[in-house]
């Protein structure tokens, strides 16, 4: 695992605190990994509802019941 170093101003080192001081992370590391990994699956899904915008529009079923029905088989 790599290290890295950043600089917070006073307020945001004393929310990240609060956090793990309310047991809610570990530590700071555990926090700011958590929020990358959020950032990163938001700019994923961003991606995909982007490329669904983009494509061609979806076709409607003969009989949308049918998609139903196969469910309870």
Do not use: H, W
């Amino acid at each position: 695992m790599s290290t890295m170093n950043i600089s917070l101003p006073d307020t945001l080192k004393s929310f990240v605190d609060e956090q793990v001081n309310q047991g809610c992370y570990g530590t700071s590391s555990e926090y700011v990994r958590e929020l990358i990994r959020k950032d990163q699956d938001r700019l994923r899904l961003r991606g995909l509802l982007l490329a669904g915008a983009a494509s061609a529009p979806a076709t409607p079923a003969a009989d949308p019941a049918c998609f139903f029905v196969s469910f309870c088989r």
